[in-house]
T-cell receptor, first 118, second 111 residues
Framework: GAVVSQHPSWVICKSGTSVKIECRSLDFQATTMFWYRQFPKQSLMLMATSNEGSKATYEQGVEKDKFLINHASLTLSTLTVTSAHPEDSSFYIC??????????????FGAGTRLSVL | SQQGEEDPQALSIQEGENATMNCSYKTSINNLQWYRQNSGRGLVHLILIRSNEREKHSGRLRVTLDTSKKSSSLLITASRAADTASYFCATDTGTASKLTFGTGTRLQVTL
């Protein structure tokens, strides 16, 4: 099956700094990737859709300038949490839809990044 | 995006028993999927059922879909301790489109 790699898996940073999270599709190309946020014992909330070569599409209520998304290649999307504050502490997960017949509707997920802002 | 509801929120059973989780959603869908998440990890796809299908099987998993009631159920038979995880239903409205996740069911299988 398709593999999505997410890095780092865990990051601790000081308030006010920026943190970049990478999401890579390892054995397939992904023109679209999705970024989610998950609070403890809760479901995934879609933050934005990352589009290769064009601007990301953000969900209502998600600050574009706060969560910068760059999808510069067919295998890499990055999420940068700018000027992070403690309320940004969360679990961030990316995904990419599969390729080929029967797999396009299936999402392949990274292992997630736990962000702790002090 | 509006989330679907899942029940129960948490389920604790003994190994060998069956586990049933239910999902309700709000809008018309193309497909409904079930994903599994181990604690602190990403999600893994389990099974997909199309809107024109009513039941689907995969190994110990059985999924039903009732589009008239906008609901689905996931049955895990002969559960194992390794089935302990959170289970989420997710709906989509088209090919490679974004998913809308349910609230999730935390399953605990004890020996």
């Amino acid at each position: 099956g398709a593999v999505v790699s997410q890095h780092p898996s865990w990051v601790i940073c000081k308030s006010g700094t920026s943190v970049k999270i990478e999401c890579r599709s390892l054995d397939f190309q992904a023109t679209t990737m999705f970024w989610y946020r998950q609070f403890p014992k809760q479901s995934l909330m879609l933050m934005a859709t990352s589009n290769e070569g064009s601007k990301a599409t953000y969900e209502q209520g998600v600050e574009k300038d706060k969560f910068l998304i760059n999808h510069a290649s067919l295998t890499l999307s990055t999420l940068t949490v700018t000027s992070a504050h403690p309320e940004d502490s969360s679990f961030y997960i990316c995904s990419a839809p599969g390729r080929g017949a029967g797999a396009k509707n299936i999402q392949y997920f990274g292992a997630g990044t736990r962000l702790s802002v002090l | 995006s509006q989330q679907g509801e899942e029940d129960p929120q948490a389920l604790s059973i003994q190994e060998g028993e069956n586990a049933t989780m239910n999902c309700s959603y709000k809008t018309s869908i193309n497909n409904l999927q079930w994903y599994r998440q181990n604690s602190g990890r990403g999600l893994v796809h389990l099974i997909l059922i199309r809107s024109n299908e009513r039941e689907k099987h995969s190994g110990r998993l059985r999924v039903t879909l009732d589009t008239s009631k906008k609901s689905s159920s996931l049955l895990i038979t002969a559960s194992r301790a390794a089935d302990t995880a959170s289970y989420f239903c997710a709906t989509d409205t088209g090919t490679a489109s974004k998913l809308t996740f349910g609230t999730g069911t935390r399953l605990q299988v004890t020996l």
